[in-house]
């Protein structure tokens, strides 16, 4: 089985985690990024509005 389909990479700290885990973040273009804790969701948010590489847009969905 390919551990791609169940693992993702957390987009702060680029640990893995387990998608059905995960707290996940999609942007204006449908892009999903996955997080271990809402936590490193905001780390990410305020680190991609310092740098204007992701737009954040909306809240993120935690799927359990």
């Known amino acids: 089985k390919n551990p791609s389909l169940r693992f993702a990479?957390?987009?702060?700290?680029?640990?893995?985690v387990d998608k059905a885990e995960a707290v996940i973040f999609a942007d204006a273009s449908g892009r999903a990024f996955y997080f271990e804790s809402e936590?490193?969701?905001?780390?990410f948010i305020g680190l991609a509005?310092?740098?204007?590489?992701?737009?954040?847009?909306?809240?993120?969905a935690e799927i359990r």
């Open 49 to 60: 509005g310092r740098t204007s590489t992701v737009a954040a847009v909306g809240t993120p």
């Open 39 to 43: 936590d490193t969701y905001k780390g």
């Open 9 to 16: 990479k957390d987009s702060f700290t680029s640990r893995a």
